[in-house]
């Protein structure tokens, strides 16, 4: 995921910065650069690769010492990685320069009217169209053509920006990306993560939605989107450098989990037209009767990837009417799978690096079949292998247990069923139109959930010493219940089963008894009064029932007091929200436990062997 950092000080600011951004590598990215503003010039360094790599272009040939710019390294979205495409972004006659990170939603309907005003575009980039529109709004004050430019943009962000006639300030400003202020002695920072600047300053502010700065050597004043001036108190950090990397979480695992809202966001962002009910998944590379005329799909991919193909499997046939098959990729490739050029393969993989996975894709194109990926790691091998590709932008997951990344899967997969089922003319763009208004808000809805982690560690605290757990979900949801349970055996080594409510009596119902927690996934759906007479069959054996709920299901509690109420949401959308209260469970229970969360015994975050 993409970083900024910007400095003003005494010390020369490329170095800083460049010291920075490598505390930032752990994100993940593929190009970075430096601006800086000297002598009412700027200069700009940057270019594709890793930071070591480029560390004689942005250190040694930079060719100024100045002691004001902003720096960033990228992890890319909108275009390829590469020089071009790298940040700092300049307006048409380089007098200023702006990092962002974040998606701009209304770049193309924006980048069409700066055109014809007569700007000039050098890169692919959503960003690049705010270095224009600053430009555009600039009659001598940098902070007030920031806050205008912005108020013409949609989507999130966190930028900073430098101009050529004031090489005295940084502006900055955030919309959903987070970005902080560091405060210093005679100099001072801007940057997306604490990670960046804490060997220089531990004295931060973090900049509230819809704020912006204006960053001095001497100091900082903050105000509204709206140019209202506001107070903001400094906070101490006092995380060790290992710790910042968790931004203050106490694993990766509960910091991705937490990240997810914004990983939504950068799922769906640019990808989305309300207005038009169209969705547009640019480097998707398949056209033509290779995807839309497929008659049937099937989808490959192992362990959680696998889990959320289950759920693609009951978007696409829904929502685009092609019968879709999922396979494990470690069955597919050796069971002589009947696809041919008639066949679509939806080959799924955080890592991209996954052998039987990509044993899978080799398979399918030599029976004919045209292979889609959808992938998380740039430049995987899978990503190489593909006939066409949707990245999830998840950035990079290192808690071994698969979080974020199911969910940006399940999102992609979403983004995927609409966009077909809107060509196929199965869905009217009224329908599309409400989902991605619904799918806009889910961020939010995630976050009432996260908000109930103390509740979720409560119940962890109860079942902790559990020796097994069923988990029962129908529909959409039992993938989900898949999921729940490979997460809660994963890493805390407890034995959990998932099945289907309406299977259960066909043989687990034998397991309930008084000792046995059940997880049920109970949210409103079409399949919701089935599920409760299932759960029934449940408290009838005096099973121990832990609900996810929509919230103010009032008849969940005749069945049992241990409820996690979730936001309503529509049901192809539910197994997006479901999800996380079953993925805090799983980490409240290893974490109770003492266990190893970030690395469980036995499992690799990437399996490149058979
Ligand atoms: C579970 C988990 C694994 C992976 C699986 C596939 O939490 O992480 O089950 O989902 O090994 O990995 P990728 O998605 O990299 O192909």
């Known amino acids: 995921m993409c970083g900024i950092i910007g400095y003003i000080g005494q010390k020369p600011a490329n170095e800083v910065i ?38 004689g272009l942005l250190l040694n040939d930079f060719g100024s010492k100045s002691p ?30 702006v990092a962002h990170n974040g998606i701009i939603e209304n770049f193309m309907s924006l980048k069409k009217k700066l055109r014809s005003e007569g700007h000039k575009f050098v890169s692919e980039t959503d960003s690049e169209v705010l270095a224009h529109l ?21 989507g999130a ?59 001095t050597r001497e100091g900082i004043e903050f ?18 450098p290992v710790a910042a990397e968790k931004g203050g979480y106490s694993h990766f695992m509960l910091k991705e989990i937490y990240e997810q809202p914004q990983v939504i966001r950068n799922t769906i962002g640019g990808r989305t037209s309300e207005e038009e009910g169209k969705i547009y998944l640019d480097e998707l590379g398949l056209t033509g009767p290779e995807i839309y005329k497929a008659q049937r799909i099937v989808v490959v ?116 069923a609409l966009m ?16 991605i208004r619904e799918l806009k808000v889910i961020p939010q809805q995630i976050e009432r959930v996260l908000d109930k982690h103390e509740q979720i560690k409560e119940f962890a605290s109860h079942f902790m010493d559990s020796r097994s757990f069923l988990f029962l979900g129908r529909g959409i949801n039992y993938p989900s219940a898949l999921e729940g349970a490979l997460k809660l055996k994963e890493i805390s080594y407890i034995h959990a089963e998932a099945y289907a409510a309406g299977e259960m009596k066909h043989g687990p119902i034998a397991l309930i008894d008084h000792e046995l927690p059940v997880m049920a996934l109970a949210t409103e759906s079409n399949v919701y009064d089935k599920t409760i007479s299932n759960l029934k069959e449940v408290q009838a054996r005096s099973g121990k029932i832990i609900a996810i709920a929509t919230e103010g299901d009032k008849a969940i509690y005749q069945l049992t007091q241990d409820v996690i109420e979730v936001p309503k949401v529509s049901e192809i959308l539910s197994p997006i929200i479901n999800v996380v209260p079953l993925q805090l469970f799983a980490y ?7 266990l190893d969360v970030d690395q469980p015994r036995n499992l690799a975050k990437s399996v490149t062997v058979e």
């Open 223 to 240: 105000f509204t989107l709206e140019g209202e001036a506001v107070k903001k108190t400094p906070t101490q950090v006092d995380w060790n």
């Open 68 to 97: 004001i710019g902003i720096g960033h390294t990228r992890w890319a979205t909108h275009g390829r990685p590469s020089a071009f495409n790298a940040h700092p972004h300049s307006d048409c006659d380089n007098t200023l320069m």
């Open 420 to 435: 077909l089922g809107k060509i196929r003319s199965v869905l009217s763009p009224e329908y599309v139109q409400e989902t």
């Open 301 to 416: 991919a192992c362990g959680t990837a696998y889990y959320a193909g289950c759920v693609g499997k009951y978007l696409i046939e829904k929502l685009v009417k092609v019968p879709v098959e999922c396979d494990l990729a470690s069955e597919f490739r050796y069971r002589e799978p009947l696809v041919d050029q008639n066949s679509l393969v939806i080959a799924i993989s955080q890592s991209g690096e996954t052998a039987d996975t990509l044993a899978a894709v080799r398979e399918a194109k030599i029976r004919g079949a045209k292979v889609l990926g959808i992938v998380n790691a740039k430049e995987s091998s899978l990503t190489r292998e593909v006939d066409g590709l949707v990245y999830i932008h998840a950035g990079p997951e290192i808690g071994v247990a698969s979080t974020k990344a199911y969910i940006a899967m399940v999102t992609a997969l979403t983004l995927l």
């Open 588 to 594: 409240y229970v290893a974490d109770l436990r003492g």
């Open 134 to 154: 600053i430009e555009s709004h600039y009659r001598g004050d940098l902070g007030n053509a920031v806050i205008n430019a912005l108020k013409e943009v949609k």
């Open 18 to 55: 460049f010291d920075g951004l490598t505390r930032l590598e752990y994100r993940g990215y593929d190009s970075a650069g430096i601006s800086v503003v000297d002598e009412n010039k700027i200069h700009v360094c940057k270019d594709i690769g890793k930071l070591r790599n480029i560390r």
């Open 157 to 215: 962000y966190a930028i900073a920006v430098i101009h050529r006639e004031h090489p005295d300030k940084i502006i900055c400003a955030r919309k959903e990306s987070p970005l902080i202020v560091g405060i210093g002695e005679g100099e001072n920072f801007v940057a997306s993560d604490v990670t960046a600047i804490l060997s220089y300053t531990r004295k931060v502010v973090y900049l509230d939605n819809l704020e912006a700065a204006e960053v």
